[in-house]
């Protein structure tokens, strides 16, 4: 829901705000160009199905997501029940659709910390330089010294299992790439005379942050921004999958195929396994393709 | 190649290394102690009994102390003892394990490097074609598809489907399971699985960061220099084009590490391989402090010389840098 409604929102308010009238027809472009990709399109499609799952799950599901016994454990795919029913009985089709909801929420908030998180360290380091730049540096570096999973799993045992929980401890391990980028845009723009102007008039440090250079990185941060849903979700998948998850009996996709893949090694069909498991696969998709045509559309200069 | 001042430039990093290692050394062990519970609880004591047992492995002293007390084995390279086993010394125990996960992560990394540049020069040649469309949304599907999707489909396909179920359980035949290291080509076919897991994710990124510098290198005039002078078009790509266009490729090598690194931890626990990251997994959910604790090192110091070597590598492949 609120990706799609994402892109107009930034648009509007740069439009209304401090930009002069060609560089609204810059963003315009921009969204043109995104229409205009086809894959980004479909893209869009399915996470707008997505958004839509996702709403009515919080609402409606087939069976109750949580009721055991509504059929026989195990039951293979059928018109009642149409991706079958877990060990328990549980109807999967519900559980699938309110599994949505954790990897939207885990996506979305981890994008949105890691976004204040990594803006404020990387316009604080870029702007001061000196010994803050360097002490933000060397802990960007230690972070980087390690593998995010582990302590994303470290965080989870020490904090509890909650969404909050996992939403913190996944933002721990995933926060250095926005600032790291926020930063090294912070360093050029700073030195250009707009910013000399603010300084030279006397503006605030916090207004030069926020309202001069924030505003002229905009692009490669939205950029950024939309890639760490897809490398959030994909993490949450993994701790869940490793049994570090949002507590029982909430459905997660993660949870699911790790439910799932016991099963497959009991000896049973591997159904359980294939509908979280595709439905993981297409989300992430969606995202990177996403992702990908929003760069090509509002930042051709970067390239990967 | 190896002059005064690329020395320096190691020592410096080096130290570097070891002050990385000792703050996250130090951040795991606050937190891993800082845990509700301890490594006994599965032996039900109380009162004085527990607080004996406490005082024998040191744990009833402040964090610090016993931080202290484990730097100063660590420097001589004794990781400290495992809590759940009563006393086995861990060292040998990780670096048996790191073994493991470096026969693992190499694989990874082979798959990695070697889909990642084909595929990206394939499609760099063969630029707007199908073949460049097919290579690069097949690297994006690469990277989409979590690593434990495709282990667990390979192990439906090969384990299951294949006839090498038993017993309703799975068979997939691990070298290191009662006989690790057997060699030859058994293990290689069981290692090719878990590899091509976790290096499809990470091959790509390495497809699509190939392809750029490539479709960029291959615009430079030196190029049709070299065709002008009637070079061969494969030598011309590969020893003229290729090597320039690796220099942006060697730049995200530190976060394909980490990416192989991850997968490895994930996989380790789908096929039950007796690697590091099946041990930190089991050692923090045990509360197995030390062990907790030793594995960040190891991966750690790891992590620190594998990009070092990188940065190392900067220098032969672009003899334009240098430090």
Not at chain 2, 147 to 171: E, H, M, P, R
């Amino acid at each position: 829901m609120a990706t799609t409604t994402y892109m107009p929102e930034v648009v509007t308010e740069y439009a209304g705000g401090t930009v002069a009238r060609e560089q609204v027809s810059l963003w315009r472009d921009g969204l043109r160009r995104l229409r205009r990709n086809k894959l980004a399109v479909v893209a869009m499609g399915f996470l707008a199905f997505l958004a839509v799952v996702t709403v009515v799950s919080l609402f409606w599901t087939p069976y109750p997501p949580n009721a055991i016994g509504t059929c026989q454990g195990y039951t293979f795919p059928s018109p009642k029940h149409l991706m079958g029913c877990d060990d328990l009985g549980r109807d999967l089709l519900s559980r699938v659709m309110v599994g949505s909801q954790v990897s939207l929420v885990v996506g979305l908030a981890t994008a949105f910390v890691v976004l204040v998180v990594g803006v404020v360290v990387g316009l604080v380091a870029g702007y001061m330089r000196g010994w803050v730049d360097t002490v933000i540096s060397v802990i960007i570096n230690i972070f980087y010294g390690v593998p995010p999973l582990l302590i994303a799993i470290s965080l989870y045992v020490l904090l509890g299992a909650s969404l909050v929980n996992i939403i913190i401890a996944i933002s721990a391990t995933v926060w250095m790439d926005m600032a790291r980028l926020v930063r090294g845009q912070s360093l050029s723009i700073r030195e250009r005379e707009f910013v000399e102007a603010a300084r030279a008039s006397g503006t605030k440090t916090s207004k030069i942050l926020f309202a001069h250079i924030f505003p002229n990185a905009l692009g490669p941060i939205i950029v950024q921004a939309t890639f760490i849903i897809p490398i959030a979700i994909l993490t949450a998948a993994f701790l869940t999958f490793l049994g570090f998850g949002v507590p029982p009996p909430q459905a997660d996709w993660g949870g699911i195929a790790s439910e799932g893949f016991s099963a497959l090694a009991s000896g049973f069909d591997p159904y359980i396994l294939l509908f979280p498991a595709i439905a993981i696969s297409l989300t992430l998709l969606a995202f990177n393709f996403f992702g990908d045509g929003l760069r090509d559309a509002f930042d051709p200069r970067q390239k990967r | 190649m190896l002059n005064r001042g690329t020395l320096i430039y190691i020592a410096q990093r080096v130290v570097l290394i070891a002050f990385t290692v000792m703050v996250v050394s130090f951040g795991v062990f606050v937190v891993v102690h800082s845990l509700p519970g301890n490594a006994f609880i599965s032996d039900r004591l109380h009162g004085k009994a527990l607080q004996l047992l406490l005082h024998q492995y040191g744990l009833d002293q402040p964090v610090v102390i016993q931080y202290w007390n484990w730097l100063k084995g660590a420097i001589h390279g004794d990781l400290g003892i495992s809590l759940v086993t009563r006393g086995a010394p861990i060292t040998p125990i990780v670096l048996k394990e790191l073994s493991v996960s470096a026969m693992v992560g190499g694989a990874a990394l082979l798959v990695t490097i070697g889909l990642g540049v084909t595929f990206g020069v394939i499609a760099a040649i063969r630029q707007n074609t199908w073949v460049d469309y097919t290579l690069t949304t097949f690297a994006v599907i690469g990277y989409s598809v979590p690593s434990f999707v495709i282990a667990s489909l390979g192990i439906l396909i090969f384990a299951n489907w294949l006839n090498n179920v038993s017993n309703g359980a799975f068979y997939y035949p691990l070298p290191w399971q009662g006989t690790y290291g057997g060699g030859g080509l058994s293990t290689l076919i069981s290692l090719s699985l878990p590899a091509i897991s976790i290096g499809l994710y990470t091959s790509g990124q390495v497809t699509r960061i190939t392809r750029a510098s490539m479709l960029e290198v291959i615009q430079q005039d030196y190029i049709r220099t070299a065709r002008a002078k009637g070079l061969k078009s494969r030598r011309v790509t590969v020893r003229h084009a290729l090597r320039n266009a690796l220099v942006p490729v060697m730049s995200i090598m530190p976060s394909t590490v980490l990416g192989i690194l991850t997968g490895v931890v994930v996989i380790e626990n789908i096929f039950t391989i007796p690697g590091l990251g099946k041990e930190f997994v089991t050692s923090i959910t045990q509360q197995d402090y030390n062990l907790t604790v030793g594995v960040f090192t190891i991966y750690a110091v790891l992590i620190g010389f594998a990009n070092l070597i990188v940065d190392l590598l900067y220098a032969v492949v672009d003899p334009r840098i240098r430090y």
